[in-house]
């Protein structure tokens, strides 16, 4: 069974960084899309970004775009999130999710999800 356990957050003030971890097992990783989403109190889960084909294809959505960047060590069966300049509405909840399929944009394309990890960004 596919098993994902994210890692790496935590407080950060506004416009500091964090790198998050998220590592895969039970599975052939490179079979895999990879997805980083998130969820703030009140909020529904959002689509952070996504990794598909080993890496080479990486999509954003427009918060994260120029700020956050998707990266995979295909050796390590780990994906990686890199987020800088971070503001108080980055706050929430980040889980990292895997597909068999194409991966695309909602919650519902993932079969397989870690627990999350915690990111709180404020002074």
């Known amino acids: 069974q596919v098993h994902l356990v994210e890692s790496g957050g935590g407080l950060v003030q506004p416009g500091g960084s964090l790198k998050l971890s998220c590592v895969f097992s039970?599975?052939?990783?490179?079979?895999?899309?990879m997805a980083w989403f998130r969820q703030a109190p009140g909020k529904e889960r959002e689509l952070v970004g996504l990794s598909r084909f080993s890496g080479s294809n990486t999509l954003y959505r427009g918060m994260a775009r120029g700020r956050f960047t998707i990266s995979r060590d295909n050796a390590k069966n780990t994906v990686y999130q890199e987020m800088n300049s971070l503001r108080p509405d980055d706050t929430a909840l980040y889980y990292c999710?895997?597909?068999?399929?194409?991966?695309?944009?909602?919650?519902?394309?993932?079969?397989?999800w870690g627990q999350g990890t915690q990111v709180t960004v404020s002074p």
């Open positions: 039970g599975g052939d990783f490179s079979a895999y899309a």
């Open positions: 999710a895997a597909s068999t399929g194409y991966g695309r944009y909602t919650p519902g394309d993932y079969e397989f």
